[in-house]
């Protein structure tokens, strides 16, 4: 939604029929929701939305910079190893137990704790320029 108000808010001068803003912006979100989808990742975008605060006046460059922050994010999730990225995952957007996601993805308790440990360095690492 978020998304879709701020391609409203940028295109406004080029409304020609105030009438058909409803259309444009049921369409609108949906091709953002389907690109979304394509995209996959939608668990590091909601990962973002949860933990980052919401800006305080709900600016255009807030919901923009928020946006770019959940794509950054995706994208360093993606570049991890499968199994890595599911412990992450289930650790910490499931909110599983380490033995949980233990039995989840067939690997020791101790295994998963080292994943992690790395998943959370290459994110901070990675992530270091959105502090």
């Given at each position: 939604m978020q998304e879709?108000?701020?391609a409203a808010w940028t295109h406004l001068e080029s409304i020609v029929d105030p009438e058909a803003?409803?259309?444009w912006l049921v369409t609108t979100a949906r091709?953002?929701?389907y690109d979304r989808l394509r995209r996959?990742?939608?668990s590091a975008i909601r990962w973002v939305d949860e933990s980052?605060?919401?800006t305080e006046d709900h600016?255009?460059?807030g919901v923009a910079e928020r946006s770019s922050l959940a794509d950054a994010a995706s994208a360093v999730l993606a570049t991890m190893p499968a199994?890595?990225?599911r412990c992450w995952e289930l650790r910490h957007l499931d909110e599983l137990p380490y033995r949980e996601v233990a039995a989840a993805v067939g690997l020791p308790v101790s295994t998963v704790r080292g994943m992690l440990v790395r998943a959370r360095s290459t994110l901070a690492r990675?992530?270091?320029g959105w502090r």
């Open positions: 879709t108000f701020l803003i409803g259309a091709r953002r929701s996959g990742g939608s980052t605060p919401a600016a255009p460059t199994v890595q990225r990675e992530l270091a």
